[in-house]
């Protein structure tokens, strides 16, 4: 289904006439089906720019697959560079290798929290909670996206606890076992040296796009530090 909106959507974007004949959506709907008064229409506003990104947040090995085919940006959440080849790297290699060069290269935009500091390791303890709604609350017992992630990063037994317990309304027990690692190697908080060494490994990893929230102090300074480092 997400194909074929994003097919839908970039021939809307051309402002001709639209006409989709596909497994899930039909356009203009068949003689035969609501109306019978359905015909090919096209965008009346005009988009400032002819081409408009599209950029999904995938996660599953076909959906990255597919994100790596079509669209021109990805977003993934918790992005591990360490282990973002093992989890993800034959799903991008197999959508790259279908990908129409005219979209140019995929970018890929992952970061997290940014705090600068020799006592800023402290800081990601505060995604805690986040990470336990996200791996144990969302979704359900075998089909949740957030859950199946931490288990392909090597944290099967964790991921399992967090989301017994988050379904069983115990938060904060859950949020305690989100394993201290994960957090650190999702987060970008520590003494400079460190958050520096992050954005390499980001940046080895097939990051183009830095996507970060920065915690405390003044966060336009952050910023512009962060900005003169990925230079």
Known sequence: RTREVIDICRLVWKRER??????????PLPADQGTGLGKPLKMIAKPIREDIPVWIASLGPKNVEMTAE??????????????????????LAAGTAKRDPNLGPLEISAGGLVAIGDDMSEVAEMARPMVA?????MGAKG????????CRYG???????????Y??????????????EFLKLTN?????????????????AGVSVLNIIPVGGNPTATIEKLKTWVS
């Open 133 to 137: 709604l996200y791996v144990g609350g």
């Open 188 to 204: 970008l908080c520590g003494p400079e040296g460190f958050v520096r060494e992050r954005i390499e490994a980001y940046a080895a």
């Open 70 to 91: 079509i669209a021109d940006g990805w977003l993934p959440i918790f992005y591990m560079p360490e282990r973002a080849q093992d989890v993800w790297g034959a799903d």
């Open 143 to 150: 089909r949740n996206f957030y859950n199946d992630l931490m």
């Open 167 to 180: 379904l069983e309304g115990k938060k904060d027990e859950a949020a305690a076992l989100v394993p201290s």
């Open 18 to 27: 639209v006409t989709y004949n596909g497994k899930y959506y039909t356009l």
């Open 155 to 165: 944290y099967e037994e964790e991921a399992t606890k967090i989301q017994d317990l």
